[in-house]
């Protein structure tokens, strides 16, 4: 049962930075869903390098609950995905489609860039080369 609290309250920290954050960018946001963006990447940059920096067998090995905190409960809550879906269905909506083709390509590249500059970045001080160590860990974060 302790599994699920760190992962609630990873989640609700994140969706409390969330929208901290999505306050600050409330003006650079009002044409194009940057904050959206922003924080997906930052979201996936973390997932990257906690993932590879915390792996188990580790030197920096946390545990288990610490892990899914982060990255199910955490990322989980930080990250827009649906916000993202939302905003693009909106731009698709209003017949803007470039900037709708833009928010597809600008979030998935530069979400994966940052996926793997984090792992990148924690591998350079742990030799762990991957990010998940379990299917919890890959598919519900």
Do not use: K
């Not at 990447?41 to 993932?51: E, L, P, S």
């Not at 269905?89 to 083709?101: I, M, N, P, Y």
């Amino acid at each position: 049962m302790s599994t699920y609290l760190w992962i609630t309250l990873g989640s609700a920290l994140g969706g409390v930075l969330r929208y901290a954050l999505t306050r600050l960018t409330l003006d650079s946001s009002t044409n194009f869903p940057w904050g959206t963006i922003l924080i997906n990447v930052i979201g996936c940059f973390v997932m990257g390098f906690f993932g590879t920096f915390t792996f188990p067998g580790s030197r920096f090995e946390v545990p288990e609950n610490i892990r899914l905190f982060v990255m199910v409960g955490l990322c989980g809550g930080f990250t827009t995905f649906s916000s993202f879906s939302l905003q693009t269905f909106d731009l698709l909506r209003t017949g803007e489609w470039s900037r709708a083709l833009a928010n597809v390509v600008l979030s998935v590249l530069l979400c994966l860039g940052a996926v793997a500059l984090g792992h990148i970045v924690a591998h350079h001080s742990n030799a762990i080369f991957a990010v998940a160590s379990n299917q919890e860990e890959e598919y519900t974060g």
